[in-house]
T-cell receptor, first 112, second 114 residues
């Protein structure tokens, strides 16, 4: 799995968009970018994943650069409940078993 | 549909003892993975089981073991507990071994070793 780099912490005002960056410069062509988050004392929660194209679901949008060396997770209207540690993971796709390599993540603090 | 269920949620053991943790995956999910989370090392992969077979293993000593039953429920065991084994142990399930499927995590079992 490719190594990912995220800022250790970020703040965001409630109601504004939260843009969480992630660098994965060594990502290989068959590795997906996954985002999970972990709210204090709970298990990690899947948010979104993508390979090449930008993706959007009910929770967030994922923007992947054309060279795939970085991506941004966008929470369009952050709420206090979005305060959590956000993990960006680069992982092989179908045909492979296993593990996700979690880094230290970004602690997002949404403030009123 | 019920989520991933882990039992017990909290437990306290002493050094040298052993512990068994249980995980019931989401109905229909056949893959179960285990992770250890500590403040110092973060989330680390322990192993994954699919159809009662261990598919992948992380870098943990042999004191950490697991198994999966025919109903996809899984258990992990830690023998000869050490203080450093104090952690949140998380179980995750998915409906396939294809890695582009998301993992669904349980709330974890918090183990304290005294």
């Amino acid at each position: 799995d490719a190594k990912t780099t995220q800022p250790p912490s970020m703040d965001c005002a409630e109601g504004r968009a939260a843009n969480l960056p992630c660098n994965h410069s060594t990502i290989s062509g068959n590795e997906y970018v996954y985002w999970y988050r972990q709210i204090h004392s709970q298990g990690p929660q899947y948010i979104i994943h993508g390979l090449k194209n930008n993706e959007t679901n009910e929770m967030a949008s994922l923007i992947i650069t054309e060279d795939r060396k970085s991506s941004t997770l966008i929470l369009p209207h952050a709420t206090l409940r979005d305060t959590a540690v956000y993990y960006c993971i680069a992982s092989l796709g179908s045909g492979n078993t296993g593990k996700l390599i979690f880094g230290q993540g970004t602690t997002l603090q949404v403030k009123p | 549909k019920a989520g991933v269920t882990q039992t017990p949620r909290y437990l306290i053991k002493t050094r040298g003892q052993q512990v068994t943790l249980s995980c019931s995956p989401i109905s229909g999910h056949r893959s179960v993975s285990w992770y250890q989370q500590t403040p110092g090392q973060g989330l680390q992969f322990l192993f994954e089981y699919f159809s009662e077979t261990q598919r992948n293993k992380g870098n943990f000593p042999g004191r950490f073991s697991g198994r999966q039953f025919s109903n996809s429920r899984s258990e992990m065991n830690v023998s000869t507990l050490e203080l450093g084994d104090s952690a949140l142990y998380l179980c995750a399930s998915r409906d396939s071994i294809w890695r582009d499927r998301e993992l669904f995590f349980g709330e974890g079992s918090r183990l304290t070793v005294l």
